[in-house]
């Protein structure tokens, strides 16, 4: 793949990140990449509507500024997110889905880091796997900043199975619903997620969630349910 060659190269060069600007199109192939938008879309020859994005490469350990680096050169509300949202202590597994939802449509990103384990894997729609809370809020919050400022969830309870005392997995339905922030417009895409999560002193959360888009197996392209 063209894209893994240049950040091999970059790498060997000593670059700590990548910087592009991605058409409207291709928004969410650089999203599932590992990029995450640092601005507002610009104007390119006064018609190419352009949207800015960047990707840290592994960091150098000698280099314990690499990270902080990167943070510096992000625009000031992609610092740490605070919480607008009274925090949910979810007492029940079933409850997951709830507050997942509502966390996400007040785009309060505390809030939702708050419903995961603080070692939680997470794997978004596009396959981008990240582990521990602070990796799941930074994913979440430039696109909450950004393409996703105006979207909203709304989720649905499947079924929960008691793996064992205090570990429960659980289903559910979820339907995206973007804004007219997003690139492509306001539009709809339905997923499915798995969850695993652990009760610890009477608190559930999150340990491990993996999202799927609904997809026609035939042409690959998303579908709505039902």
């Known amino acids: 793949m063209v894209h893994t060659a240049l950040e091999r190269k970059a790498a060997q060069w000593g670059l700590e990140s990548l910087y592009l600007e991605s058409t409207a199109l291709a928004c969410s192939f650089y999203e599932a990449l590992g990029y995450q938008p640092t ?20 960091p150098n350990k000698a280099d314990g500024c690499a990270a902080a680096k990167f943070q510096r050169q992000a625009p000031q509300s992609f610092k740490e997110p605070k919480t607008t949202t009274p925090m949910t202590e979810m007492k029940r597994p079933e409850a997951a889905p709830g507050a997942f939802q509502a966390a996400w449509n007040a785009h309060d990103m505390a809030a939702l880091g708050s419903l995961f384990d603080e070692d939680a894997t997470f794997v978004n729609r596009f396959g981008h796997y990240v582990q521990g809370v602070d990796e ?52 709809e895409v339905d997923t499915l997620i798995l969850a695993v999560l652990t009760r610890r002193n009477g608190i559930w959360r999150i340990r491990a969630l993996e999202n799927v888009t609904l997809t026609n197996p035939r042409t690959g392209e998303p579908v709505l349910r039902g």
């Not at 507002?40 to 352009?50: A, T």
């Not at 930074?138 to 709304?154: C, F, G, K, M, N």
């Open 136 to 187: 799941i809020v930074a994913l979440h919050v430039p696109i909450h900043e950004t393409i996703y400022r105006d979207s909203t969830l709304e989720n649905e309870l499947i079924d929960v199975a008691h793996m064992a005392d205090g570990v429960a997995v659980i289903h559910f339905w979820s339907r995206l619903a973007a804004g007219a922030a997003h690139p492509a417009g306001p539009h």
């Open 39 to 58: 601005g507002r879309p610009v104007l390119h020859f006064g018609v190419l509507q352009c949207f800015p994005y960047a990707k840290q490469l592994q």
